[in-house]
């Protein structure tokens, strides 16, 4: 049985889109020595604020003071325990299974067919395999291949977001300065 203490939280915070931030973010867990189980940083709809989704677990650290600290980065607009609330929450991953037998290539179609995931590239010995669902389905998926033979495998890392009317997103324009008779004038672009 999970506890409340146990449980991974997934954090997610909205950025600048800035050379940096990354590393300030990291900086601040890596002071307070705490692992991020998972981190995925993109863009969002706009192209001055990106999105890093971070999942960490309960266990070592009180997530609501890790985004009480979050707030404290120059950089950082707004950041939320998404796990706290309705979400849907993703993870993918691409696996290089051998399937170099018919053996091993109908065990690997049977999987397919049983978890949400796909046939992506296939060739003589290996093939390339692609699940995108819920963390612990692909840690199952995951699972059931390695008796088959794992070759090479890649993860994203998760990606959550509130469902429904939850939504994460900001009016933040980004500040920018230019000399206007001499004078520092701030404007937003």
């Known amino acids: 049985m999970s506890t409340n203490a146990n449980k991974k939280h997934i954090i997610s915070a909205l950025v600048e889109n ?14 307070r020595n705490f692992n991020i ?17 971070i999942v960490i677990d309960g266990q070592r ?13 120059v950089n950082v607009i707004d950041a939320r325990m998404i796990s706290e609330d309705l979400h849907v929450e993703r993870d993918m991953a691409l696996v290089k299974v051998r399937t170099d ?21 296939m060739g003589m010995q290996v093939a390339i395999v ?10 199952e998926f995951i699972n059931q291949l390695k008796p088959i033979g794992i070759v090479e495998l890649v993860r ?20 920018s300065i230019s000399m206007n008779g001499g004078e520092l004038e701030r404007y937003s672009v």
């Open 18 to 31: 800035k050379p940096g931030v990354l590393n300030r973010l990291v900086s601040l867990f890596r002071r």
């Open 37 to 53: 189980d998972s981190l995925t940083v993109g863009r969002t709809h706009k192209p001055h604020v990106s999105r890093m989704t």
């Open 61 to 73: 650290l009180n997530p609501r003071q890790m985004v009480a600290n979050l707030y404290k980065l």
């Open 101 to 121: 037998d018919t053996e091993s290539f109908n065990a690997v179609t049977e999987l397919c067919e049983r978890f949400p995931a796909r046939i992506i590239d």
């Open 130 to 139: 692609e699940i995108t669902a819920r963390t612990e389905l692909v840690e």
């Open 156 to 175: 994203t890392g998760v990606v959550a977001m509130g469902r429904g009317v939850r939504t994460q997103d900001t009016e933040y324009e980004p500040a």
